[in-house]
């Protein structure tokens, strides 16, 4: 009992961290404020502009891949409810691609078939990348995403 008790105290620094990081990446509810600042924080440093985000409509449409619809399918069977999103960022192409694969590179499947999630867990739907709608926006692009989470 006290060998099994030691490693269990040993044990208990990483099970601690790893359910710190499952309650960052799927909070019990919302959580919009801090997954608009998870975003604020990773556009600041890809030097994007945050424009908007919007809760609801637009996604799980039949457009959405088997990954999407595989996900959707293990959430629900989990008991967790997915919250759309709409976020709308401006920029340079090379800032908005640099930020969007750091978006989709926070959820990673390890070799054990495991996820490594590093923030809040996001589904990445789509990704639409047009023209800035203003006159002085010379190369910049407007990029939008709809996620769940």
Do not use: C, W
Not at 46 to 60: A, E, L, P, Y
């Amino acid at each position: 009992d006290a060998a099994s008790a030691r490693t269990a105290q040993q044990r208990y620094s990483s099970a601690y961290s790893s359910v710190v990081s499952l309650g960052k990446a799927v909070p019990p509810s919302e959580e919009v404020p801090s997954l608009m600042y998870q975003l604020a924080q990773a556009t600041n440093e890809k030097h994007v502009q945050f424009n908007s985000i919007t809760t609801g409509g637009g996604v799980g449409s039949s457009s959405a891949g088997s990954a999407s619809s595989t996900v959707a399918a293990a959430a629900a069977s989990a008991g967790f409810t997915q919250m759309p999103f709409t976020f709308v960022f401006g920029g340079s192409f090379n800032d908005l691609y640099h930020l969007f694969q750091q978006l989709n590179a926070a959820t990673v499947r390890t070799s054990s078939g495991g996820l490594q999630v590093s923030g809040r867990l996001l589904t990445l739907q789509a990704v639409k990348l047009e023209p800035a709608a203003t006159e002085d926006s010379s190369g910049q692009l407007t990029g939008t995403i709809t996620a769940t989470a």
